[in-house]
Every structure is written in structure tokens, then in C-alpha cells.
């Protein structure tokens, strides 16, 4: 992890004081905001990631993830720290995203956690994909019949928030077939 200044929140999301971005994901943590990026394609597949990361390293998560950050005259929005993402993870650029709703969950990882309060977005993307391979370790599209499958008969292959995410995603029927 590096220096990042991110926003610790209550469970509903309300502000409460800037934190490093360790004090977030060290011990218990602070809970914070956090963001699950999902993009689908046109076949209606979704972009999975095996992220490479410090903490629930190695497993599938949804196309990217991030925290919006404290810049310095202002709090980056969650549609910029989504496009970051997804510029930095697989230099995608100029779709249109969506913020489908928030969910709250704590998972630890050995001396680190997860502690967000998540907000879910998604976007289409029917370009080419270049991973940035410090990120990420592999990435598959993935039809939605198979990727809830597999969740269901492997969780444990699945980041910790990839329920949540399934959940707003089920509520906004983005998951149906």
C-alpha cells in the first residue's frame, strides 16, 4: 500500500475523518469508501480480474477496484477514481459508468482487512483489453450463468466483497440472463 489519504465513513457512508490508506486495511481497519468496478460487454459477459494486491491477493474479484482519494484541493469523486481504475488496471478510457448502490463488509487477511463501505459501478466496454500485469495476475470474460455458478460452487476463489457487489447487482437485475 502506499501514502494514499482516503475517507473513513460510518455504515451509511456519511464522512467522518481522512485516514492513510493503511489505517484502512491494517488489523481491523477503518471502515472506509471503497469501489467495486464491474464492466460488461455487449454479449453481456462480465471482465473479471485475479488481482495482485497486498491484501486477498490471487483471487477473482470483479474488472477493477479502488479507493477515491484525497486530492489536494478537493475529494476525488466516485466516477474518477473509477476511471483511474480502470485506466490503470486495463487502460480503459471514456465509458459511461454507473453507480448502482452501496454495501458494508469486513473481512481480514492475515495482519490486514478489508473495511469499506462499497459502492458498486458498472460500465460497457467492448474494446480491447490490456491488463496492466503489476495489477493483475489474469482476467477472463465471463457470462453471467457461469460466473454465478462458479461463485456459488467456489466463494472461497472470490474476493470478499464480490458478494455485496452480487447482491445490488441481483436487486438491479443486471445479473439475469
Not at 469523486?77 to 459508468?97: H, V
Amino acid at each position: 500500500m502506499d501514502t494514499q489519504i482516503i475517507s473513513a465513513v460510518d455504515d451509511s457512508g456519511n464522512f467522518l475523518e481522512y485516514i492513510p490508506r493503511m489505517a484502512g486495511h491494517t488489523g481491523l481497519g477503518k471502515r472506509h469508501l471503497g469501489i467495486t468496478i464491474l464492466v460488461l460487454n455487449n454479449k453481456g459477459q462480465l471482465l473479471l480480474q485475479k488481482r495482485k494486491h497486498m491484501v486477498f491477493d490471487n483471487i477473482w474479484c470483479f474488472t477493477a477496484d479502488t479507493h477515491p482519494y484525497k486530492l489536494e484541493s478537493r475529494d476525488e469523486t466516485i466516477d474518477e477514481a473509477s476511471e483511474r481504475a480502470l485506466k490503470e488496471d486495463f487502460n480503459i478510457e471514456g465509458i459511461d459508468l454507473e453507480n448502482l448502490g452501496f454495501f458494508n463488509y469486513f473481512k481480514e487477511d492475515g495482519k490486514y482487512c478489508e473495511n469499506e463501505y462499497c459502492a458498486v459501478v458498472i460500465g460497457k466496454y467492448d474494446g480491447e483489453i490490456n491488463m496492466n500485469p503489476e495489477h493483475g495476475y489474469d482476467f477472463v470474460w465471463m457470462n453471467k450463468k457461469d460466473f454465478l455458478k462458479d461463485y456459488e460452487e467456489n466463494p472461497e476463489k472470490y474476493a470478499p466483497w464480490v458478494p455485496g457487489g452480487i447482491k445490488i447487482l441481483k436487486e438491479k437485475g443486471i445479473l439475469d440472463e
